[in-house]
């Protein structure tokens, strides 16, 4: 089983940036994919971004492409998401997720393990 812990929330005014990292532990990660996803309140879970850890090969939601920059560092067991241009609709709780099913997926369900959540709140 691999271990998340995410970070790097916080509040943010319309137009800033902001970037999240998620520490994993516990498993090598070279069979695995990455994803962020978000909840805001009030809706369901959404797939935001995906990174095949070894090969780095990456896929976004229509909602965050050219704005959000999803990568890995292997010295430290991270991924990160770049988040830039922030609208308030991006506000939500940003969940990091790993998966052994292969290729790039975007449902929830084929994640296996989760972080804990940080909250990100952008103001108009």
């Known amino acids: 089983q691999v271990q998340l812990v995410e970070s790097g929330g916080g509040l943010v005014q319309a137009g800033g940036s902001l970037r999240l990292s998620c520490a994993a532990s516990g498993r090598t990660l070279s069979n695995y994919g990455m994803g962020w996803f978000r909840q805001a309140p009030g809706k369901e879970r959404e797939f935001v971004a995906v990174?095949?850890?070894?090969?780095?090969?990456?896929w976004y939601a229509d909602s965050v492409k050219g704005r959000f920059t999803i990568s890995r560092d292997f010295a430290v067991n991270t991924v990160y998401l770049q988040m830039t241009s922030l609208k308030p609709e991006d506000t939500a709780v940003y969940y990091c997720a790993a998966t052994g099913v292969p290729g790039l997926p975007t449902t929830a369900g084929y994640y296996h393990s989760w972080g804990q959540g940080t909250q990100v709140a952008v103001s108009s």
């Open positions: 990174i095949r850890w070894s090969a780095g090969n990456t």
